[in-house]
């Protein structure tokens, strides 16, 4: 696999700007607990930066905290190290006392909004950086292709490519990862997932969780961008690319770019997408009020909970196939699969009756499950088809998906990071869906929290 390496054998510096916020202390804390409760935890320092006034003592605590349910003798050594900056991210100055603090073999984790993130980065440029240092940045990169495209150069002027994480926690879900080995590793569903087998594909990510406290972030994002325009495309990617040479960051990177650059929507003009809102409702004994009087939320800004587009791939494995991407929130059910849908058979010997539904290939993300639904001679009437379902649930990987990807942020290896490119083309190809919505060419309809989705999709 490509490692970027320092040169220093030192055990890394992993450096938290952001170290007081929500995602610190709900997912890199726990996911650093679970890589290094793991085999492959290996010793760490850690570096908490923000700007508000805290000391090592409070700050211990709160790592203490959230390393509460994975101990291992790692953690505790962390957990007496550890030190906390008072820093200002956007002041050169601020950031060269956290370099000088952190060493020589560095990574710096942006867990800060995208404009604070954007601030940092011009920091950085005006120092210069420790060798090999690595910069992780969380979603979403940058607010359409433009910016991405202004980020994206910015960080080549800091620093390699490869010493770039730009952080999907869906490429460190071993839900997805499993599309590999499924696909590339077994010689009986490769060959059929084509135009030639195959009428559409589905990617769905619905959720019982609603806005959560959320606003400050989700209400500017919506369910397009939170996770259609970043997770669902890259779990597309691995649904749908050409089998690569082998899984390094170069092979596996490479090839995700190429399957998204041959993705389009739909109808060139996105209208062939839907959007909707939550509305009041229940979910199990959970009372929900409607999106629009969640504390935070902004009417004026027309924020989807629902959202579903279709996109075409135009090569040859693909052309014609839709693949309809939908995630939405405060949903009845948890549904999150991807589903291969197959064509009817060529012809269905006469005689054999009661075909209901085609056969499928169901991918589970959560829980981890594989499906294949067929439909076989019934008990009854032997000439009479039933449906029946082969189904496997498979293990979830031992480390959580923040722990997968802080593992390979802190082994330099950048496989499971999102090249430039790839995080331009997700852009790309939901612009023209942004567009028709912010001109109102799709309306926006709503839902009852709790509901199967608005009643006119069903
Ligand atoms: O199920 P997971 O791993 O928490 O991923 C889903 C979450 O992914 C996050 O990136 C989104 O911001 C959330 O809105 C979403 O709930």
């Known amino acids: 696999m490509t490692a970027a390496t320092s040169e220093s054998s030192a055990p890394r510096t992993l450096v938290i700007l952001g170290a007081g916020g929500d995602l610190t202390a709900r997912l890199l804390l726990p996911g650093l607990a679970s890589l290094l409760a793991s085999p492959r935890g290996e010793a760490v320092r850690l570096i908490g930066v923000d ?161 959560e406290g959320r606003a400050g972030y989700y209400d500017r994002a919506g369910a397009l961008i939170d996770m259609i325009q970043s997770h669902l495309l890259l779990v597309l990617a691995f649904a749908a690319m050409e089998p690569p040479a082998s899984v390094d960051a170069e092979d ?81 059910d948890t549904r999150q699969e991807i589903v291969f849908t197959f064509k009817p058979v060529p012809h269905l010997p006469s005689g054999l009756h009661g075909m209901k539904t085609p056969a499928r290939l169901r991918i589970g993300l959560k829980p981890a499950s594989l499906d294949l639904d067929l439909m076989i001679n019934g008990e009854d009437d032997p000439f009479e088809l039933d449906p029946v379902a082969l189904h496997a649930e498979l293990q979830a990987g031992q480390l959580s998906a923040y722990g997968e990807v802080l593992s390979s942020i802190l082994e330099g290896d950048p496989t499971l990071s999102v090249r430039g490119d790839v995080a331009e083309q997700c852009w790309r190809i939901v612009a023209p869906v942004l567009k028709a919505w912010r001109k109102d060419e799709v309306s926006i309809d709503t839902y009852p929290a709790g509901t199967a989705g608005p009643k006119s999709w069903h």
Request: glycine content about 6%; some cysteine.
């Open 51 to 211: 700007r508000s006034e805290s000391s090592n003592e409070a700050w211990r605590k709160r790592v203490e905290t959230a390393f509460a349910d994975a101990p291992s003798k790692l953690a505790e050594t962390i957990v007496a190290e550890t030190t906390y900056v008072q820093a200002d991210v956007s002041d050169p100055a601020s950031l060269e006392r956290v370099l000088a603090a952190a060493g020589t073999n560095v990574a710096l984790y942006f867990a800060l909004p995208p404009a604070i993130t954007l601030l940092a980065c011009k920091a950085l440029r005006k120092l210069e950086l420790p060798k090999g240092i690595m910069l992780a940045l969380e979603k979403p990169f940058g607010t359409d292709y433009a910016s991405a495209r202004s980020l994206n150069r910015l960080l080549q002027h800091l620093v390699p490519e490869e010493q770039v994480f730009r952080v999907d926690h869906f490429l460190g879900k071993s839900t997805v990862l499993n599309l590999l080995g499924l696909r590339f590793a077994n010689r009986i569903f490769e060959p059929l997932l084509s135009a030639d087998n195959v009428e559409r594909v589905d990617i769905v990510f619905d959720e019982q969780l609603a806005l």
């Open 252 to 332: 596996l990177r490479g090839g995700m770019a190429q399957v998204l650059r041959a993705t389009r929507t739909w109808k060139a003009n996105g209208t062939e997408s839907r959007r909707a809102r939550y509305g009041a409702g229940t979910i199990g004994d959970r009372k929900l009020p409607a999106y629009i009087d969640e504390q935070g939320v902004d009417p004026s800004h027309h924020t989807e909970t629902l959202a579903e587009m279709t996109l075409a791939i135009d090569n040859w494995r693909w052309a014609g196939v839709p693949f309809v991407l939908r995630s939405g929130k405060a949903l009845a």
